[in-house]
Structure formats: structure tokens, C-alpha cells
């Protein structure tokens, strides 16, 4: 795509800074919006991505329902519109990396941080999913890291159009990324809230083996995975737990039904997984975790024999004070009842 001539009524809304990136779709730049004083990173679509001009806004309508969306881990979509015959969509600037810059530069992904991250990401989700929203395209390219490490979705409203059609018996439309896709996109059908678990997952699966659950060129992708299960993250990673492993495997089930119902139930099991990721890696290791080592030493403390007490010295003997109150006690007793004896005993009998 060439880079587009901004019209005059564009640049007086938006100052273009730069180019940030370019794909087969359209061009990324850095824009300052004049009047709010606001970054944004604009994104032109070229028009012959789309089948026509209802295509077109059906797009945009997209757009301005997911530009409704706010929540710490969705980049915010500011406006769509077109310029110059060619859709855009304004979105907020985040300065950092792509998690997939992230995955190269980070042989090893620690694990806790992988689980993190996938959480963000299905926090998000759950968002979008409650407003009828479906991704389409989660990939660690379309997942931005910002500087403070909080990871944030980006492309809502762009990913159902972000992916290169390809011809079949069935004119099926591959929309999604092939190594990310679930294997009902795969197949042709219509992405759901299910399939951006799987394409999570398969995020998920890459950070913590370093590749994504299936390789190979398009037509490879797509016959795998309707037809084969990917390796347990554990083969290709031995340090990984099992537990963390099955839950992986789980988010992967070739069929919809059979993963995590709602991308929250995802978040649940991988929130879990961290709290228990030390114990489970001690295990797996053959050593016994600290904090049940913590527990057999307090424990064991209370076998210890203690020594003995010292004994109890008797009491002294009472003075002659003492001993002079307690006569006075008894006499004021004596007293008492030669005075009300006669009427206590009465009273008894009468009852």
C-alpha cells in the first residue's frame, strides 16, 4: 500500500508524527490529535480489503461499537472513519512493545509472568464478551505491553477483516491468524466468544514453549488443527507443571464445547495455577515445598520436653490481724441469725 496523501480538513484535526509500522492490511501511524492534545496511533485500512462499500461500513459500525469498550487492558478506540476512500481507526497510543516482541526477546518466558499476562488478556475479553464483542484475531501481535507491564488487546473492530481469504471448495474466509485461529475459524465457521479462549490459550501455549501449539504454512495450519491435538506444553518444556499443563491442553480442545465456557472460568484456573505455581514446580522437582517445611518445624516443637516447674511455695501463715477479722466475720454471722433465724424458719415452713 502506498502511504496515503492526507487530505487538508485530516491534518487539521490530526498532526502525523510517523510511521509506526505497515502490514498487507494498511499502515500504522503516530498522530497528534490538534485540538484535545491527545497521541493516538492511526490506523488506515486500504479500501480493497473489503468487498464493497457496505463491507466498508459495516466495519466502521464495528468499530464504533468496540470504541464503547473500556477496560484497563483493552486499547481504547478513539474514532473510525474514512480518509481519503480508505477506512482508519484512531486508537490509544501505548508506548511499549508487541508481546511478540516480548517472546523473542525472552528465551524462557518466566512462567508467572506468562500467566499474568494471559490473564490481562481474558480480563479484557470477558469485557468485550459481555457487550457481544468477539475478538477474532487474539495474537501476541495484536497484545501491546506497556511500560508499567500491564498488557492491553489491540485491532477490536479491525481483526474480523485482518485476515487473507482464501480459496476453498466453500468459499470459506479464514478470518483470524492461521497459528492463533481456533479450528472452527479454521473450518469457515463464525467465530465465538469460545474461540477467542482457544486463540488465548494458543498465546498462552507460545509464551510458556517458546512456539505456537501448531507450525507449518496456511493449509498445514488449518489441517492440523482440525484433525490433530498439539503436544502438551510439558514435552516441549519439562519445567512446566503438569497441573499448568492440563489447563493449557483444556483452553486447546478442537472442539468448542469442550474448552472453558466463558473467558472469566479461564482467568480463574490460571489465577489458581500462580498462587499454587511454587508448590507445583517444588513438586514436580521432588522437593518438598517450603511452606509445608515451615509447618513440620512448628509442629515439632511441640515434642520437645520442657523442664520441670519450679514448686509452689505454701502460703505464709496469717497474722494476727487476719486472724481477728475472721472472728469479727463470724460473730457478725452469729448475730445475723439469732436476730432472723426464727423468721427464715417460718417462712420455710409456710412454703
Known amino acids: 500500500m502506498d502511504e496515503p496523501s492526507f487530505s487538508p480538513e485530516f491534518q487539521r484535526k490530526y498532526q502525523i508524527l510517523g510511521k509506526l509500522g505497515e502490514g498487507g492490511m494498511g499502515m500504522v501511524f503516530k498522530a497528534m490529535h490538534r485540538s484535545l492534545m491527545r497521541t493516538a496511533a492511526i490506523k488506515v485500512i486500504h479500501a480493497s480489503s473489503f468487498d464493497d462499500e457496505k463491507a466498508i461500513q459495516n466495519f466502521l459500525g464495528e468499530a464504533q461499537l468496540c470504541a464503547k469498550l473500556s477496560h484497563p487492558n483493552i486499547v481504547k478506540v478513539y474514532e473510525a472513519s474514512i480518509e481519503g476512500g480508505n477506512p ?121 514453549a517458546g512456539q505456537p501449539p ?4 496456511t493449509m498445514q495450519l488449518v489441517s492440523q488443527k482440525m484433525n490433530s491435538e498439539p503436544k502438551s506444553v510439558k514435552e516441549l518444556r519439562p519445567e512446566v ?77 496469717p497474722t494476727l490481724q487476719d486472724l481477728l477479722k475472721q472472728l469479727m466475720l463470724e460473730a457478725s454471722r452469729k448475730q445475723w441469725w439469732q436476730q432472723h433465724g426464727a423468721l427464715v424458719a417460718s417462712i420455710a415452713l409456710a412454703s
Open 88 to 208: 482508519y481507526i484512531a486508537f490509544e497510543y501505548i508506548q511499549g512493545n508487541t508481546l511478540a516482541e516480548r517472546i523473542r526477546q525472552t528465551p524462557n518466558f518466566p512462567l508467572k509472568d506468562a500467566l499474568t499476562i494471559t490473564v490481562q488478556v481474558l480480563e479484557g475479553l470477558t469485557v468485550a464478551h459481555e457487550q457481544g464483542i468477539v475478538h477474532r484475531d487474539i495474537k501476541p501481535e495484536n497484545v501491546l505491553i506497556d511500560h508499567e507491564g500491564n498488557a492491553k488487546i489491540a485491532d477490536f473492530g479491525i481483526a474480523k477483516r485482518s485476515a487473507a481469504k482464501t480459496a476453498k471448495s466453500k468459499d470459506w474466509v479464514l478470518v483470524g491468524t492461521p497459528a492463533y485461529m481456533s479450528p472452527e475459524q479454521a473450518w469457515g465457521d463464525e467465530a465465538t466468544e469460545r474461540s477467542d479462549i482457544y486463540s488465548a490459550g494458543s498465546v498462552l501455549y507460545e509464551m510458556l
Open 214 to 217: 501448531f507450525t507449518g504454512n
Open 241 to 317: 507443571p503438569q497441573q499448568l499443563a492440563d489447563i493449557v491442553t483444556g483452553a486447546l480442545a478442537r472442539k468448542p464445547e469442550d474448552r472453558f465456557e466463558m473467558a472469566e472460568d479461564f482467568a480463574n484456573k490460571l489465577r489458581k495455577a500462580r498462587s499454587f505455581l511454587d508448590k507445583w514446580m517444588a513438586e514436580e522437582r521432588g522437593e518438598r515445598p517450603k511452606s509445608r517445611v515451615g509447618n513440620s518445624a512448628r509442629l515439632s516443637t511441640t515434642s520437645i520436653k520442657l523442664p520441670p516447674s519450679p514448686p509452689v511455695p505454701p502460703p505464709p501463715p
